[in-house]
C-alpha cells in the first residue's frame, strides 16, 4: 500500500525537517505486520514529495495464530488483499513514522510547523466502502478538495462491476500536523475494518487525535462507528465523552469573548454600530435569504427578523447553549406561525462543509474569524467562499491600528484572550482580496464606528459580491 505526501511551499524540501525524515535517503522500519519505507521520490525547490510504501506480510500476520480458519479454511488466511489495500496498518505505520511531525513539533523549523502549507495527500489504492460518496462525506467537510476514480474489479472484465476500492487525491492549504492527523483517523474508518484487536485504548487514540475537529464533524456518528469496528459499548463512551467535552469549552469561549470585548468597546457603543452597518449592507445588497454565521445570543438575528425584507433567516454558532439563548432572547416559542417559519437557528461548525448552507442570497460574519488560527481560516475560507458561496458576504473583524486609542487597553494587546490576531487595515485588504480573486467574489471595504485621521475606524468591514454566479 502506498501514500505519498508532496508540497509546492518553497523550499519544498523543508517537508523534510517537518517530517524528520532525510530527503536524501530511504528509512525502513519493521512492524509484527510487515515493513514500511519512508523515501522522497522527488525533491527539490520547488515540488517535493515523500513516499510511504507499506509490504505487509499476509503469511506473517497468521504464523503461529491459533483458533479456527474461518469460513474459507485455512486458504483464507492468506489470500486477501491486505498486502494492497490494509487500511488501518497504514494508520498505524503513520501514527509511529511521523509521531514527532503529528505533534506539531520541528526543532530545526518551528515557525513552518505552525504554518498552513499547499499539500496534497495520494493513495492509488484505498479500500472504500461505501465508494465516493463515503470519501467525499468525511474528508469534503475537513477543506478538502477531493478527487475519487472508482477502480474497476478487472479491467479486462468490465462487466463484472467496480471493486470497493479507489483512487483518493486530497488537496488543502493545511498544517503538515493537521493533515497527517486526518489521515490517522479517517483512513482505516473508509475501510470500515480493522486488521486487529480493538479494545478501549482505541477509544483514547481516537478522541486525542479527534481534539478539535471530531466532536463538530457531521459525520461524526459514522466515524466513531467505524473507527470503534460497531462495538456499541465503545462508540457509546466515545460519543458521550465528545459531547461531554466539547460543549462546555466552546461556551467558555463564548462567553469569555463577548464580556471581554464588549468591556473594550462598550464607551464607543461600537457593537451596535457595527450592528447597524452589517444590517445596512445587507439591505443594501437586496437579501432575502441571509445566513448569520457565528450568531452568538441573536443580536443581528433580531434585527434581521424585525425587518420584512428579509424572508428565511438561518442562524448558526458552534455552541449549543448559544443557540438556546438566542431562541429565548427572541421568544421563538411565543411568536406568531408566519413568523417562526422565516428563521432556523442551527449548530453548526464553520470548519466543516454543511449543505445547509447553499443557496443564500448573503452572509453575515460578524467578529468571527479573528478567532480562528491559520489551519482553521484555511478551512473556514473554502467552506464559506467555495461551497456555501452565497451572493455577497458581509464580514467585519477588529481594526488593529485603532486598538491604543482605547484607555482601557494595555498597549500590544488583543482585544480579548480568545482572539489569534487582529490585523491591520492593509493586512486585512490583503487578505480580503486574496480570497475574492480565488474565489470569484469582487470586494469593497468600509469603515465602522468613528474615524481616527491617522488609525482609521475601529472595526473594517468587507463587503463581497460574487462575479462568477453562474458557477
Not at 503538515?176 to 485504548?201: A, C, F, R, S
Not at 467535552?245 to 464580556?259: G, I, M
Not at 420584512?308 to 416559542?333: N, T
Not at 467555495?386 to 467585519?396: D, G, M, S
Amino acid at each position: 500500500m502506498l501514500l505519498t505526501v508532496t508540497t509546492t511551499h518553497e523550499p519544498a524540501t523543508d517537508l523534510g525537517y517537518l517530517l524528520h525524515k532525510n530527503p536524501a535517503r530511504m528509512q525502513a522500519e519493521e512492524f509484527s505486520f510487515g515493513k514500511a519505507y519512508v523515501f522522497y521520490p522527488e525533491a527539490n525547490t520547488n515540488r517535493c514529495t515523500v513516499s510511504v510504501l507499506l509490504e505487509v506480510d499476509p503469511v506473517g500476520l497468521v504464523r503461529g495464530r491459533r483458533g479456527p480458519a474461518g469460513d474459507g479454511g485455512q486458504l483464507q488466511q492468506y489470500v486477501n488483499d491486505r498486502p494492497y489495500a490494509a487500511n488501518s496498518f497504514m494508520s498505524v505505520a503513520i501514527g509511529r513514522l511521523f509521531t514527532t511531525a503529528m505533534s506539531g513539533k520541528s526543532k530545526e523549523r518551528p515557525e513552518l510547523a505552525e504554518m498552513a502549507l499547499p499539500l496534497t495527500a495520494t493513495l492509488p489504492v484505498i479500500a472504500a466502502r461505501g465508494g465516493e460518496a463515503v470519501v467525499r462525506r468525511l474528508f469534503e467537510p475537513l477543506g478538502y478538495a477531493v478527487r475519487v476514480e472508482a477502480l474497476p474489479l478487472d479491467e479486462q472484465f468490465p462487466e463484472w462491476g467496480e471493486s470497493p476500492y479507489v483512487s483518493l487525491e486530497l488537496s488543502a492549504n493545511i498544517q503538515l500536523q493537521t493533515l497527517l492527523t486526518y489521515l490517522y483517523v479517517l483512513i482505516p474508518v473508509l475501510d470500515n475494518e480493522k486488521h486487529y484487536w480493538v479494545g478501549e485504548d482505541e477509544i483514547e487514540k481516537l478522541l486525542k487525535r479527534g481534539e478539535g475537529w471530531l466532536s463538530q464533524h457531521p459525520e461524526k456518528d459514522l466515524i466513531v462507528q467505524r473507527y470503534l469496528k460497531r462495538q456499541r459499548s465503545l462508540t457509546r463512551e466515545a460519543l458521550e465523552r465528545l459531547t461531554e467535552d466539547a460543549l462546555p469549552e466552546e461556551e467558555a469561549k463564548v462567553n469569555v469573548s463577548d464580556e471581554e470585548e464588549q468591556k473594550v468597546e462598550r464607551p464607543l457603543n461600537l457593537n451596535e454600530q457595527r450592528m447597524g452597518a452589517v444590517l445596512s449592507a445587507l439591505r443594501g445588497v437586496g437579501a432575502k435569504r441571509v445566513l448569520d454565521l457565528g450568531c452568538g445570543e441573536g443580536k443581528l438575528l433580531r434585527s434581521l427578523l424585525s425587518d420584512h425584507q428579509f424572508e428565511q433567516i438561518l442562524g448558526m454558532d458552534v455552541s449549543w447553549r448559544s443557540i438556546e439563548i438566542a431562541s429565548e432572547r427572541l421568544k421563538l416559542d411565543q411568536i406568531g406561525e408566519k413568523q417562526r417559519a422565516r428563521i432556523e437557528l442551527i449548530q453548526g461548525s464553520l470548519m466543516y462543509r454543511d449543505k445547509r448552507l447553499e443557496g443564500f442570497d448573503a452572509a453575515a460574519v460578524v467578529e468571527v474569524i479573528e478567532h480562528l488560527d491559520a489551519a482553521r481560516l484555511a478551512a473556514f475560507e473554502r467552506v464559506l467562499f467555495e461551497y456555501a458561496k452565497p451572493t455577497n458576504i458581509v464580514l467585519t473583524t477588529p481594526n488593529a491600528e485603532y486598538n491604543c486609542l482605547f484607555p482601557t487597553l494595555p498597549a500590544g494587546q488583543l482585544r480579548h484572550r480568545d482572539h489569534r490576531f487582529e490585523w491591520t487595515r492593509a493586512e486585512f485588504t490583503k487578505w480580503a482580496e486574496g480570497i475574492a480573486k480565488r474565489f470569484g467574489y469582487a470586494v469593497r471595504f468600509q469603515p465602522v464606528g468613528t474615524e481616527d485621521a491617522t488609525r482609521g475606524a475601529p472595526t473594517q468591514m468587507g463587503i463581497f459580491t460574487r462575479t462568477a454566479v453562474g458557477e
